[in-house]
């Protein structure tokens, strides 16, 4: 298990615990921990609504194309850390994540 911390839109801290046996990525944990998250295309790095602010220095995986088009289209590639939650892996390495969750993920 390891540890993420999560900023909603409210501005309301959370720590969620995310098992790194799963296969799970970030946006899952999320799912899973009952936040409110839209991520209306299911982790396939199409819609943006599963976006976030990365805070914390944690290494993370390069993003790829299709993760940088989309938060490109979405108008927050320039938004210095931002990520598609669902392009994050839960791995060790990501234990104590600080995320803040983005403007796209709300209604
Ligand atoms: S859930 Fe759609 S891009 Fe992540």
């Known amino acids: 298990m390891i540890t993420i911390y999560v900023t909603d839109l409210n501005g309301n801290a959370h720590e969620i615990q995310a098992p790194t046996d799963m296969g799970m990525n970030v946006m899952e944990a999320i799912r899973a921990n009952e936040l409110p998250i839209k991520a209306t295309c299911g982790g396939m790095a199409m819609c943006a609504t599963c976006n976030c602010i990365v805070k914390s220095?944690?290494?993370?995986?390069?993003?790829?194309?299709?993760?940088?088009?989309?938060?490109?289209?979405?108008?927050?590639?320039?938004?210095?850390?931002?990520?598609?939650?669902?392009?994050?892996?839960?791995?060790?390495?990501?234990?104590?994540?600080?995320?803040?969750?983005?403007?796209l993920t709300g209604e």
Not at 72 to 92: H, K, N, T
């Open 57 to 103: 220095e944690h290494e993370l995986p390069d993003m790829s194309e299709d993760e940088e088009a989309m938060l490109d289209e979405a108008f927050v590639l320039e938004i210095e850390g931002s990520r598609l939650m669902c392009q994050i892996p839960v791995s060790d390495t990501i234990d104590g994540l600080e995320i803040q969750m983005g403007e």
